[in-house]
C-alpha cells in the first residue's frame, strides 16, 4: 500500500448530517449520494482543471467531471472569462441574444441533420420537447426506448420493460401514471428484432436512442445496428430521435452520428453544450423546427432557456472543441482505457472505451445490453470506488455510469489513477 493517503471526510460528514434533516438524502440528484458503493458523499469545495477538492482539504483525480458537461474541465480560464463577461452585463433577460445565434449556428455547422435549435434548461427538457415534437409531427403517442438508456426523468421515459417483449412498458418510479407508461415500449439494446417487433405492434412517434449509450455503463452499438435503426424508423414511419446529451460535442466534433455516419431526425443536446452551466438543447431540419412555437403550433418555452450566461459558457466550450482538441480527448482516453486495463491484469474486468468515454465493467463477459451490464459484480465495482477514493481519484459512484475523461486530464492524472487502479483491484480480488 505503498504511498498511500489515509483521508478524512469530518467535514464532509458534517455537512451530509445536516444536508440529510433539509434535502432529500442529502443531495440534489440521487447518484451523488454515492449509496450504490456503500459510502457516505463527498463534500466538495472547488475544482481545478482536473481535480476535485473536498471539504476535508483532499484532493482528487475526477473522472466524474460532473458527469459530462465538464469536458474542458474544472475552471477552465476562458470559460470563466467568458461567463464573467456576460454576468457583468446582466445574468437573465427574458429576450433574445446574439450568442443563441452564434451557438445556433455552432451546432448546426457541427451537425448535418440540425438546421436549427430550440434551447432548454436540462436534458430532460430537451428530451421531453423532442418527444412532443416526433407525437405532434405524427400524429402518435406510442414510444420506443432501449432497456438502460436514460434520458432524464421524464414521466414517460421513466419506464421498464412490461412483461411481454413488444408490449406497454410499465412505471420504473413511483409517481409515474401506468397510463403513460403505457406509451412507452422498452426493448433490449442492440436487439433490431426486438425494436422491429415494437414498431410493427402499434404506431410509433418516435423511437428514441442513445446511439452510444452511456448510462448503463459505456456500451457502444453493434456493427451496423444504427444504421438497421435508420431504416426500421423510416419503415414504420417513426421519427428516429438521437439523444446525443452525452455524446454530442464529446465522442467527434459532430457527435455519435458524425461518428457512426447515421444521421437522426431530431438530436437532443445537454452537458457539454452548457460549458457547465445549464443549458441544453433539441434540434432537427429547419421544416420539423418550424412546427414549435410561435413558428407553428406545437407549445415549448422557458425562462432560462438560452441564459446568456449559459450560452457564453457553451460558445468558449465550443471555442476550444478543434480538432486537435478531439485528438488529445481521444489520445487521454486511451491512455486511460490503457491504464485500468493494464491495472485490472489478468482479473474479470472489461474495459470499455470511445473517446471522451470509458467504462470498466467487471465481469469476464463482453457487455452489449442492460442484461450485461446488470450482471456485472455490483460489490465488486463499488468496492474498486471506494479504494480509489481513499487514494485520491474520483470515479463514478456507479457501474452504469461512463468515466469522463476531458481535455484538462494528462500524463500525470492517468499514472496517478493507473498506480491508485493497481492497488485497488489488488484490494477487491485479494478477498475473492
Ligand atoms: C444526463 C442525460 C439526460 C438528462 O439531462 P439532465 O440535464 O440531467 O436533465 C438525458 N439524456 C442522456 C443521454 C443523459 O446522459
Known sequence: MGGRELLNWDGSRKLYGEALELLPGGVNSPV????????????????????????????????????????????EP??????????????????????????????????????????????????????????????????????GAYHGHTDGLLVSAGSGMATAGKPSSPGVPAAVAEQTAVVPWNDADAVEAALAARPVAALLVEPIPANMGLVPPAEGFL??????????????????????????????????????DVTAFGKVIGGGLPAA???????????????GDVYQAGTLSGNPLAVAAGLATMEL???????????????????????????????????????????????????????????????????????????????????????AHDEETVEMTAAAAAEAFDAVFADG
Open 281 to 295: 438543447a433539441f434540434g432537427a431540419s429547419s421544416e420539423m423546427m418550424n412546427h414549435l412555437a410561435p413558428a
Open 227 to 264: 444504421k438497421r435503426l435508420r431504416e426500421l424508423a423510416d419503415q414504420y414511419g417513426a421519427v428516429l430521435v438521437f439523444d446525443e446529451v452525452i455524446s454530442g460535442f464529446r465522442v467527434s466534433r459532430g457527435g455519435a452520428q458524425e461518428l457512426t455516419g447515421v444521421q437522426p
Open 78 to 147: 476562458s470559460i470563466l472569462a467568458a461567463v464573467r463577461a456576460a454576468a457583468e452585463r446582466g445574468t437573465t433577460y427574458g429576450a433574445p441574444t446574439a450568442g443563441e445565434v452564434a451557438l445556433a449556428r455552432e451546432v448546426a455547422k457541427r451537425f448535418d441533420s440540425v438546421e436549427m435549435i430550440r434551447m432548454t434548461s436540462s436534458g430532460t427538457e430537451a428530451a421531453m420537447g423532442a418527444i412532443r415534437l416526433a407525437r405532434a409531427v405524427t400524429g402518435r403517442d406510442a414510444l420506443v426506448k432501449f432497456a
Open 32 to 75: 451523488r449520494a454515492m449509496r450504490s458503493i456503500g459510502r457516505d458523499p463527498i463534500f466538495i469545495e472547488r475544482g481545478e482543471g482536473p481535480y476535485l477538492f473536498d471539504v476535508d482539504g483532499n484532493r482528487y483525480v475526477d473522472w466524474v467531471c460532473s458527469w459530462g458537461p465538464l469536458i474542458a474541465g474544472h475552471a
Open 321 to 407: 472543441l478543434d480538432e486537435a482538441a478531439y485528438l488529445k480527448l481521444s489520445q487521454t482516453t486511451d491512455a486511460l482505457a490503457d491504464a485500468l486495463r493494464d491495472a485490472a491484469r489478468d482479473h474479470p474486468v472489461q474495459v470499455v472505451s470511445v473517446p471522451g468515454l470509458v467504462t470498466p465493467f467487471f465481469t469476464d463477459q463482453p457487455v452489449s445490453d442492460f442484461e450485461g451490464a446488470n450482471s456485472c459484480d455490483m460489490d465488486a465495482y463499488a468496492r474498486f470506488c471506494r479504494e480509489l477514493i481513499e487514494r485520491g481519484v474520483y470515479p463514478p459512484a456507479s457501474q452504469f455510469e461512463a468515466w469522463f475523461p476531458s481535455l
